[in-house]
């Protein structure tokens, strides 16, 4: 038998056996206790519109205010890393290594209760200010080395000629080698916005209110009010409907680069 029948007829038979769990599943779940379990359409309806007006919104709020900050900080520290002043990398190089290999959660916990504790530093702002700092630290570090990556991607020449045209090396940085990196990186970026996105879940250490709870934090409370799945599955989607546009346009970019190249 040759080569690619055998690997058709593997195929085939995976196809196979996959049909048959997937019938298997389907004949001998109880659907009726898994529709009441998650999928209630009265519980759902509950939860509407706070979970859009409120859970949702704070959600897209905090990832906001933590991507700014993260990326604000990412180009300083991509720019020490490639200085040619030692100390300044060796800065840049110590706050990525510590805040990549630090949980987010310890780090949120470190801003919102470590610092008010230890320096009797009060973080402005509540759940936005601790959640936003505590996030944006951690984002920094790990876009600072993509923001890097991609300057370093641009060729060499670049910022030769600028120089050779009179442009400082700082200006020279500025409006061409930066520019051109930053179109480069845009896919990256758009996934660490994605894990943002995410990330704000842990804000429930941070403690919120009602008005402030973001999307797992509300579906939970809700959960435990009403003894049932139904809202995890709500909030699943509403993340989903959050984080698939934005992975599609990574998709998008991806593709377009390639053809470029």
Known sequence: MKRATKQKL???????????????????????????????????????????????????????????????????????????????RWIATTYIEL?????????????????????????????????????????????????????????????EAARSLGMSRGSAMQSIVLPQSFRNIIPPLTNEMVILIKDTSLYFVLGTTIISKELTKFGNDFMSATFNGTPLVVIALVYLAITLPLTRFVAQLEKRAARAR
Do not use: C, H
């Open 10 to 88: 593997r195929r085939w038979a995976l196809y196979t056996l996959l049909i048959v769990i997937a019938v298997a599943v389907g004949l001998l779940a109880d659907w009726p206790t898994i529709q009441k379990a998650f999928f209630d359409p009265e519980i759902a309806a509950d939860m509407f519109p706070e979970v859009l007006t409120t859970a949702a919104k704070n959600t897209i709020v905090y990832t906001a205010m933590a991507f700014a900050l993260g990326l604000v900080l990412a180009l300083f520290l991509a720019l020490m890393k490639r200085s040619s002043v030692r100390p300044y």
């Open 99 to 159: 805040f990549r290999g630090l949980p987010a959660l310890v780090t949120l916990s470190l801003v919102a209760f470590g610092l008010p504790i230890a320096l009797g530093v009060r973080i402005p702002g509540g759940t936005l200010g601790k959640g936003t700092i505590g996030l944006g630290i951690v984002a920094a570090a790990y876009m600072a080395e993509t923001i890097r990556a991609g300057i370093e991607a641009v060729p060499r020449g670049q910022m």
